[in-house]
């Protein structure tokens, strides 16, 4: 039902682990809100920093990881669709640049 409410009801959905392909689709796909995003990313990335860093993190058995890998099977499965999304629509977007250039029959 989620990616169902994906494909139905967003344009884009991206993430921060893939910053730079997110805000390339998000300009060229909404461009009324995101023109120029990603310089604007660019330029203040330097003043960006991750506040949610654990730098004393746990050690955590590799059974406990591989038991709540099992038990988020539909998240991660959700999360892996989304990613495919983006990746496509990024795709469709160089695709088309070939074309405009000519360098693509």
Not at 24 to 45: D, S
Request: aromatic share 14%; hydrophobic share 35%.
């Amino acid at each position: 039902m989620a990616k169902e409410h994906v494909e139905r009801d967003y344009a884009v959905v991206g993430s921060w682990e893939d910053t730079n392909i997110t805000l390339t689709v998000l300009e060229q796909y909404i461009p009324r809100f995101f023109r120029g995003a990603k310089l604007m990313y660019e330029m203040h990335n330097n003043k960006i920093t991750n506040r949610n860093k654990n730098k004393r993190k746990p050690f955590v058995e590799p059974e406990v990881k591989e038991m709540i890998r099992k038990n988020f099977t539909n998240e991660y499965d959700f999360y892996y669709f989304c990613k495919q999304r983006l990746y496509k629509q990024y795709l469709a977007l160089n695709l088309k640049e070939l074309e405009k250039q000519g360098l693509l029959n």
